[in-house]
């Protein structure tokens, strides 16, 4: 029950960013803050995802 619960929290934020923030927005905002804090952030954000995907879909070896 409470990876299910855990799977609906992330799920939740996860529509939340989507609906939140739209790729127009983003790209612009990227481009204000100029072409190494946007790397670096998109980079950010991929690490984050994989690692999101690796805890929820991962599972934990004992």
């Given amino acids: 029950m409470r990876n299910f ?11 939340f ?4 923030m739209t790729s127009c927005e983003l790209v612009g905002g990227i481009f204000k803050a100029g072409a190494w804090t946007g ?6 954000v991929i690490v984050l995802v994989i690692w999101g ?6 599972g934990r070896r004992s």
């Fill in 17 to 20: 960013l989507l609906v939140g």
């Fill in 53 to 58: 995907f690796a805890r929820l879909f991962g």
């Fill in 5 to 15: 619960t855990h799977f609906l929290y992330t799920l939740a934020i996860s529509l």
């Fill in 39 to 44: 790397a670096l952030l998109v980079i950010g």
